[in-house]
């Protein structure tokens, strides 16, 4: 069965950056594009952007830009999110999720990952 | 500010259906029949629930529907059960070539 399961709960500072880590299993890797979307806490879901493991094109949401950074490496199934010059209102929890090749929807989820930013 | 609009809650007794609005404009969820449902317990990841507008995934009880008209889609709960007292969003594709979510509708059984 599909599985992605991401990196650790993580703990940063304002201005640095975080990398978050989502491996694959189940399913070819490059037939499913990966998401990253976020949830403030008591808040609503927020899509970040995403990756295609075939060709690794990447599109991000214009809030993101210049902040995020995704990326993959198909050796081991494993997409990556990088996001730069932390400010409290970036805690949250990460989540990647899968679409199929252009079904424009959030199939699979991973089990999310707490980032938080505190001075 | 979410770029689509839900009732922040809805509530049903068990037994009852409920419906979940989702309005969007011209760009989103009018322009493509790519409006989805995701399902969250609280401490959870979220469920895709229905995609396309009105297909459910395999697994998922046939007590949830979809449908859309114009800019606005909606869910359908019916045989409403206090399993289903989660929060749900709904999501769609966009013309600017990304997604964008609705703030999220809390649905509470009586």
């Known amino acids: 069965q599909v599985q992605l399961i991401q990196s650790g709960a993580e703990v940063k500072k304002p201005g640095a950056s975080v990398k978050v880590s989502c491996k694959a299993s189940g399913y070819t890797f490059t037939n499913y594009l990966i998401h990253w979307v976020r949830q403030a806490p008591g808040q609503g879901l927020e899509w970040m952007g995403v990756i295609n493991p075939a060709d690794m094109n990447t599109n991000r949401a214009q809030k993101f830009q210049g902040r995020v950074t995704l990326t993959a490496d198909t050796s081991i199934n494993t997409v990556y999110m990088d996001l730069s010059s932390l400010t409290s209102e970036d805690t949250a929890v990460y989540y990647c999720?899968?679409?199929?090749?252009?079904?424009?929807?959030?199939?699979?989820w991973g089990q999310g990952t707490v980032v938080s930013v505190s001075s | 500010q979410s770029a689509l609009t839900q009732p922040a809650s809805v509530s049903g007794s068990p037994g009852q259906s409920i419906t979940i609005s989702c309005t969007g404009t011209?760009?989103?969820?009018?322009?493509?029949?790519?409006v989805s449902w995701y399902q969250q317990h609280p401490g959870t990841a979220p469920k895709l629930i229905i995609y396309?507008?009105?297909k459910r995934p395999s697994g998922v009880s046939n007590r949830f529907s979809g449908s859309k008209s114009g800019n606005t889609a909606s869910l359908i709960i019916s045989g409403l059960q206090a399993e289903d007292e989660a929060d749900y969003y709904c999501s769609s594709y966009t013309r600017n070539i990304s997604f964008v979510f609705g703030p999220g509708t809390a649905v509470t059984v009586l």
């Open positions: 396309s507008v009105n």
């Open positions: 011209s760009g989103d969820v009018g322009a493509y029949n790519s």
């Open positions: 999720t899968t679409e199929l090749l252009y079904a424009h929807n959030f199939e699979h």
